[in-house]
């Protein structure tokens, strides 16, 4: 289960240092170096979008749960 799960971590971190890559048309040893905070940025924006959703979805589930 944690061989999967750190497996699965770095194929997220290396798709998202790709990705940063091709977008900003850097070099990918570029990327490579920056990859700490390309990685932590795309954890933020990540976190925000649950945040907004959560926060956008709870009070339509509320309302679904006091109608019934």
């Given at each position: ?58 009070p ?6 006091a109608?019934?």
């Amino acid at each position: 289960m944690r061989v999967l799960l750190v497996l699965a971590s770095a194929l997220v971190c290396i798709a998202a240092v790709v990705l940063a890559s091709w977008v900003f048309d850097w070099s990918f040893s570029k990327a490579a170096v920056l990859a700490p905070v390309i990685v932590v940025s795309f954890g933020a924006v990540a976190a925000l979008v649950v945040f907004w959703m959560r926060i956008a979805l709870d009070p339509l589930i509320r309302r679904r749960r006091a109608q019934e």
